[in-house]
């Protein structure tokens, strides 16, 4: 029987158009360190509960790595084609629950995608966000040694094991590569998932292009839940917050500080692996309207952001869908980025923002010297910026677009595993 899953009239939901309630079974192995995937995750299931969906979890997290033995650790690694654990557990709920779908966020590395298999065998159709380039990339960022790298892509993984990609490891590396390339021999990408969510169309291309089926990958970007509302001053500072490490660019950030020729606040919000490295860069250049904040709670960031002027996004890699770009858009803050890849696309030059050549701190520079000299016309960007999250980055929006992609994936679904009748 076909599940329910035509859409019905609501008064609540947006156009007046919601899907029926389902089952749905979310999973996510979050990292060490909290991250942008974690708070999309959150949000998400927050936000199907809201609409009435039933909503189970199965999680884990690379945190266990730290109580394991160094034997256990080598299985733990070996486990990243195939955990077992996991498969059980995952095998386990879908015969209990029975939910309508699975919902993917991360696998790696406790969880493996071995859990596809248990979906598959139990017939319920399964969604993975792409939340980064880890499918074609060992080390995800597509960034190596300072400058963007497809080789994986474009020719085949044992170049990022040449390279040692992934933490600057060749036997790192080499699990992860051959995790990938199992998995890419047995279908499992292109088969034992329905759908993928993409979160911009650069991203979708630059999938589609490594091999996943073009009909399957869906564009669907993050949100920003609850309306941080828009900021009512035109703002004091101009603001970084992120990860302190090198694809983000924030090597660029310091060193385009040294060629203003306007005087500009900077707070630095976040922390990292190069903090100590730019504390004494910007100490040894005297740069004292730089202040590093350190790693402040998502209140606190969003408060910084209201005082901005505007927001810099320097990062030198492709970026997934930097969440700090929709939180800007929220509180009303025009936004510098980088001119690639999905930045350039979220960015609109001239209206929600400025762009500025990714890794060149002049250009950098002479953009912020602009816009820090040319406050009505930031005040008119950070007004377009606004209006774009009202129109693309709400939650709304968001549950219309996520529940039409599940939707078209139960559809799919049941087409396909409907039996033959003679």
Known sequence: MLPTLLPIRSENSPGGVSPAALKILLVHNSYQQPGGEDVVFEQERQLLERQGNRII?????????????????????????????????????????????????????????????????????????????????????????????????????????????????LSATAAVALMLQVHRSRGTWTEAISGYIALTEFSRNKFIEAGLPAQKVHTKPNFV??????????????????????????????AAWKKLTAEVPLLIVGDGPMRQELEAEVAKSDLRQVAFLGRLGASETRAAMKEAAFLIVPSVWYEGFPMVIAEGFASGVPVLGSRLGSIQEVVTNGRTGIHFTAGNPSDLAEKVDWAWNHPSELRSMGREARLEYENRYTAERNYSLLTDIYARVLRQNALSVRPCIH
């Open 57 to 169: 979890t199965y999680t884990r997290s690379n945190r266990e790595l730290k109580s394991l033995s160094a034997l256990d650790r080598l299985v733990a690694v070996g486990n990243l084609v195939s955990a077992g654990n996991s498969k059980r557990e995952i095998a386990r709920i879908l015969r209990t629950e029975r939910p309508d779908l699975v919902h993917v966020h991360n696998t790696f590395m406790m969880i493996s995608p071995s859990i596809y298999e248990a979906c598959q065998d139990a017939q319920i159709p399964v969604v993975q966000t792409l939340h980064n380039y880890r499918l074609f990339c060992p080390a995800m960022f597509c960034f190596r040694d300072g400058h963007i790298c497809e080789e994986c892509r474009e020719h085949n993984l044992l170049h990022g094991v040449w390279h040692g990609c992934y933490r600057n490891s």
């Open 225 to 254: 839940d609850p309306d941080p509302g828009e900021r009512n001053a035109s703002g004091k500072y101009a603001l970084f917050a992120g990860r302190l490490s090198p694809e983000k660019g924030v090597s660029t950030l310091v």
